[in-house]
Structure formats: C-alpha cells, structure tokens
C-alpha cells in the first residue's frame, strides 16, 4: 500500500528532508504569493556543503548529475514545507526548471532533471507531475553541476 502524504511516501522512498539549505547570497529560499510558493534555485547542498562541482558530461556523469537533480529537488520541497507547514497542502508542481552545467558537447538535459520530475512524481502522485524546462548553461554558482527552481501551488 502506498503512503497517504507526500511526508510518509518521502519516508517510503528511504529520503528526509533536510533542513532548508542557506541562500548564497542575497534572496529568500521560497516566497508565497497568494496561491503560489515561488522556490530559489536548489543546488545539491547536503548539510550544507555542494556534493559535486564541475560540468556534466565532462567532470560529472549524467547517471551522477540525476541523482543530484533529485538531491536538489529534496531540498526545493524542503523550502516548500518550510514555507507552508505540510507537503499535503501542496495542491500541485506547476513549474520546474532544471539547470545544468554542461561541457560543450553535452545535450542530455532532459534526462538529468528527470531526476527531479520523477521523484516530484513519486512524492506528489499525479500533483507531482509539472510543465518543465531543462536548460543547459556554462557554469552554476558555486560550480554546481545542478540547479533547480520551482513554482508549487497551495493550498
């Protein structure tokens, strides 16, 4: 049987949230506006240090780069819930966008932050699944491989 909120099926998948990672400069992890919880883009901080650095497809895997897509993604819904109380209030993931520091030769974006949309939708059930833009760029702050935003709405 699967797990009735978003919290017990994070536990099911074997995930905790972590705390609400520390913006890097000057900017709000999340801001709700009406409906809506806009959140700041998420780099694979783990306790507070970036897992990786470097560009996918020449110092970071794209089997690697997934997985810290979903690091990310575990640390947007944090700014979620830290902005609304409980994941349950979420009512759906409108947007994501995935950023990904790519080598030049590198054209696998979407499969990357499919790390994100697929655990969004284990998380979230059908509310999980979301519009979304994967968008390869030359360089992320701290030179993170990774970086995802997204809009969620609420209840």
Known sequence: MTAATPEERLAELGHTLPEVARPVAAYLPSVRSGPYVYVSGQVPLVNGVLSETGKVGADVTPERARELAAVCALNAIAAVRAEVGELSRVRRVVKVVGFVASDPSFTGQP??????????????????R??????????????????????????
Not at 133 to 138: D, E, K, P, T, Y
């Open 111 to 128: 499969q990357v932050v499919n790390g994100v949309s697929e655990l969004l939708g284990e998380v979230f059930g059908e509310a999980g």
């Open 130 to 155: 979301h519009a979304r833009s994967a968008v390869g760029v030359s360089v992320l702050p701290l030179d993170a491989p990774v970086e995802v935003e997204m809009i969620v709405e609420v209840e």
